[in-house]
């Protein structure tokens, strides 16, 4: 009985991990779009003015890289 309970834990324990292990990383609130093709810095920057931020910038750590805005104005 115990060993067929520490196969169990392991078992679960395992299907846990796997599900967890290819998830994408949480992206901020103030990230509004996908940095791709022509869309750069400068059309980011637009973006965020017109939501009235103070300014933005690709953020390349995340993926993919994604235009943040920075502070409200």
Excluded: Q, W
């Excluded at 750069?40 to 933005?56: N, P, T, V, W």
């Amino acid at each position: 009985m115990k060993r067929f309970l520490t196969l169990l834990l392991t078992i679960a324990f395992i299907i846990v991990m796997a599900s967890t292990c290819g998830e994408v990383e949480a992206v901020p609130d103030n990230c509004i779009k996908p940095c791709v093709g022509p869309y750069d810095d400068s059309h980011c920057l637009a973006d965020c003015r017109r939501r009235e931020f103070r300014g933005g910038k690709c953020d390349k750590r995340l993926k993919p890289p994604t235009c943040c805005c920075s502070i409200a104005a």
